[in-house]
């Protein structure tokens, strides 16, 4: 499948988060998922980006089980037929695909595995646009030096989440980007809540007045919540100042509220 996830892109360390639970890695071009197959998602997904060559190339590729894990310990398309949840990619689609025109198509094409792939309800809002925008605001900030960001997403598997054919639905989702800041590393992590979109006591209900919310949260409570170690990421969080108070997760209204 290729190299996955570079731990020295960034010319500075930074492993791939790895969960507490039993996890398969599956490597892709440029991007690694850690898959939980007991709960079918994937427990931590990551990928490099080098945003100086990035592609914008049109949408190829069909959504596919790896043939590398068993086809029960994917989350396949009887999740996502017949009803109001989209295939959310994990990695983007346009992410890993950059560099060499051929390279570039292979690692787009390889984000269609069910292996990348999360429920999310259906439907767009502006919490939502701003949780898929991310990656590219990390980007421009990230303009004065290398342009390169490593970016690890997946969903929060709680114990809580409800059952729906055979998985359970996740609620949360968390993002933490990472990039160069000079010879530092500079991070920030995120959380998506689609709680109130998703109610699966009568098969699955989307209520028409929810909305997603996305909050930029603290890396150190984000990891305890998601049951991740994340390695040097916790103390390069441009949320948390040294010598400051805990701080709050502060909910996203648009891009301008990012603290990076």
């Not at 089980?65 to 989209?86: C, H, I, T």
């Not at 890396?219 to 701080?247: N, Y």
Request: cysteine-free; glycine content about 8%.
């Amino acid at each position: 499948m290729s190299d996955g996830y570079d731990p020295d892109f960034l010319g500075i360390p930074l492993p791939l988060p790895s969960p507490a639970r039993p996890a398969t890695r599956l490597d892709y071009p440029r991007f690694s998922v850690l898959l939980d197959e007991q709960r079918r998602f994937a427990a931590v997904t990551g990928v490099v980006i080098d945003g100086s060559t990035l592609r914008d190339l049109p949408r190829t590729g069909e959504w596919r089980l790896d043939p590398r894990v068993a086809v029960d310990a994917q989350a396949g398309p009887e999740v996502y037929s017949r009803n109001d949840l989209d295939r959310g990619h994990l990695v983007r689609r346009r992410d890993p695909g950059w560099g060499e025109m051929s390279q570039a198509r292979d690692a787009t094409e390889a984000t269609f595995f069910y292996t990348n792939a999360a429920p999310q309800a259906a439907g767009f809002n502006q919490s939502k646009e701003l949780w898929l925008g991310l990656e590219d605001h990390v980007l421009a900030y990230a303009e004065t030096t290398d342009q390169r960001i490593a970016v690890f997403t997946a969903p929060v598997l709680g114990a809580d989440d409800p059952p729906y054919r055979g998985i359970r639905v996740p609620l949360r989702y968390w993002k933490i980007a990472a990039w160069r800041a000079g010879d530092v590393l500079g991070a920030a992590g995120f959380v998506l809540d689609q709680s109130d979109l998703v109610d699966t006591r009568q098969g699955l209900v989307v209520p028409p007045l929810g909305a997603f919310r996305t909050f930029q949260v603290p890396i150190a409570e984000l990891a305890a919540e998601a049951g991740i170690d994340v390695g040097p990421l916790a103390s390069a969080d441009t949320l948390v100042r040294r010598g400051l108070r805990p701080v709050a997760p502060r909910e996203l209204g648009s891009a301008a509220d990012i603290v990076l």
